[in-house]
């Protein structure tokens, strides 16, 4: 029975600084952090649990009438959530971008809540707003490296901003794409702007049927929700076919210009570095002259790649970047900062201007608070968390971690192909592929096939795939996760394939080769391997025949 008082007295006592080190609350968090160490210790899924058991602990929709003792709830918590939880810090956690985390973030994350600073003004957040003003300064200067001088006038300017911090990458290209939209539909003589007057009046103004924001098949679903939300439609979010997995910058022209052409106005062209499915990067330098060509905004989305500029060896793969009028990172993924942490950053310092806010008790013209121009309102000091990341890895030691993941992804890569029974569907650019299990001999016939025998074989090893896939995940050792992709190999076709992403520093070699070889081991106890095996030999017959 943790049933606690109703009485003023026990609650004030919950918000009381506990007065020894050995006190009750101490012992508590003691306990708990004992469990959490122990925890991650374990394999990716540590109680073979169903979803439907789980939510049977979760099933009333009461709030609980009386309180309950810290000691009884953190008890509760260890049961309930903590054992059915996902060690997503496991070296065999490959399946995606957020995983292990540093451990030095479990006292810092203390501290940001000790101190629960907001970062939507400055009265709250005295240090922690030029703090987040100059970890948005790094940043812009990593991708655009502008001189000195221009960060000394910039990066506390009240009147400027060279970058949103936001809870992630799904805000920051909302964020971007705002901002794009507030400048391309901007005040002019007779109209007061798209932030005042609304999309109708604008179209009406420009004299435009819509607004439309073009990138590939691979761009992220947060763009969907961008133009879902900025009220310019999902239906004009122009997305070309990337069977090769990269935005194709000429049809990109040909597409925007028949665009303008009937009436309609190209807002962005949004260019992914490190796309989330296939780790591709976009030929951003020949994107910014194509925006350039079409006159319209040019926006990075290099939410999980952006961080490869960290590295001399490997970041000449973003070129171009540097041309985009916004980049989206996340600190939350190749940054290893957890979750909460993501950036819009702007190469012109005067254009978070367009969707500047004030309020009269909050956010008064001429201040420094960071919230006038962000999406969000009271925003946590997750800014701290990147900050000292950036302290304690230094840019070498980020790029040591992001050299060792890309080589270390070309070596699962050579694994991967070296082995007769799988088939490696993209080649990693980054520390990202994905590869599929096909029995040798079905490889071979494949290859002699006309498409719609192609077809037909695909489908049945998607089935293969995604069987695979559940029942590795089930078992609970490792977790690679799986997508859909256009195959390069079969145009028109969509084949289902097994995704890695190499997060976790600890990953190893013998990792990588036992999540393999459980993969090999599960598949060809399925009765659809031996069917597909099978096919080949009736094939092979009918051949020879
Ligand atoms: C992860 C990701 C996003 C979305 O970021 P969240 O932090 O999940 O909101 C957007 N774009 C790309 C390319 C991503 O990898």
């Not at 959490?36 to 609980?64: G, R, W, Y």
């Not at 490296?145 to 006038?153: K, L, P, R, T």
């Not at 190499?502 to 598949?523: F, R, Y």
Request: proline fraction near 4%.
């Amino acid at each position: 029975m943790g049933e606690a008082q109703v009485s003023l007295e026990h609650l004030f006592r919950v918000f009381t600084k506990p007065e020894h080190k050995d006190s009750k609350l101490a012992q508590i968090e003691q306990h708990l952090s004992d469990n959490i160490l122990d925890f991650l210790s374990q394999h990716v899924v540590t109680k073979k649990t169903s979803l439907e058991e789980v939510e049977k602990d979760f099933a009333d929709a009461f709030v609980p009438e009386s309180p309950e003792f810290v000691s009884t709830h953190a008890e509760s918590l260890l049961n309930k959530l903590v054992a059915h939880s996902v060690n997503t810090y496991s070296p065999t956690f490959i399946g995606h971008m957020t995983s292990a985390l540093p451990y030095f973030h479990l006292p810092l994350s203390k501290l940001m809540v000790g101190l629960n600073q907001n970062l939507v003004k400055i009265e709250t957040s005295k240090a922690f707003t030029p703090l987040e003003r100059q970890v948005l300064g790094m940043m812009h200067n990593l991708i655009y490296g502008e001189s000195d001088a221009f960060y000394e006038d910039y990066l506390h300017s009240s009147r400027h901003a060279l970058g949103a911090f936001c809870s992630g990458g799904t805000i920051a290209n909302i964020t971007a794409l705002w901002v794009a939209r507030n400048k391309c539909l901007g005040p002019a003589p007779g109209f007061s702007g798209v932030a005042k007057a609304g999309l109708a009046a604008a179209y009406r103004h420009y004299d435009i049927n819509n607004l439309g924001v073009l990138c590939s098949k691979r761009g992220h679903y947060s763009l969907s929700k961008a133009v879902d939300v900025l009220g310019i439609g999902r239906e004009q979010l122009i997305t070309l076919p990337a069977p090769r997995q990269t935005l194709d910058p000429e049809k990109a022209l040909q597409v925007g210009k028949r665009y303008a052409e009937q009436g309609n106005k190209l807002l962005a062209i949004v260019g992914v570095g490190g796309t989330t499915e296939t780790g591709h990067i976009d030929p951003l330098d020949e994107l910014a002259d194509v925006a350039n060509e079409l006159g319209c905004w040019f926006h990075v989305d290099a939410a999980w790649g952006g961080a490869t500029l960290f590295s001399s060896q490997n970041g000449y793969k973003l070129k171009g970047i540097e041309r985009a009028d916004s980049v989206t990172i996340d600190a939350h993924k190749q940054m290893y900062v957890p979750m909460g942490a993501g950036m819009a950053l702007f190469k012109n310092p005067e254009d978070a201007n367009a969707v500047r806010h004030h309020a009269q008790y909050i956010l008064r013209a001429g201040s420094k608070d960071l919230g006038s121009t962000t999406l969000e309102g009271s925003r946590n000091g997750m800014a701290m968390m990147v900050y000292s990341a950036l302290h304690i890895f230094g840019r070498r030691g980020y790029e040591l971690l992001i050299d060792r993941s890309i080589e270390k992804a070309k070596a699962f890569a050579d694994m991967i192909s070296r082995h007769p029974d799988f088939e490696l569907t993209t080649t990693p650019t980054l520390s990202l592929l994905t590869y599929r299990v096909v029995p040798a001999g079905l490889q071979a016939l494949m290859q002699s096939s006309d498409m719609n025998t192609c077809r037909e074989i695909n489908e049945k090893i998607d089935r293969l795939v995604v069987s695979v896939q559940k029942q590795q995940r089930e078992a609970g050792k490792s977790f690679v996760s799986r997508t859909r992709l256009e195959a390069e190999n079969y145009p028109g076709q969509c084949i289902t394939v097994f995704r890695v992403v190499l997060a976790n520093p600890l990953t190893s070699h013998n990792d990588l080769a036992a999540i393999l070889a459980e993969q090999h081991l599960i598949a060809t106890k399925t009765a659809l391997w031996d069917q597909l095996v099978l096919d080949v030999e009736k094939q092979s017959e009918r051949l020879s025949a």
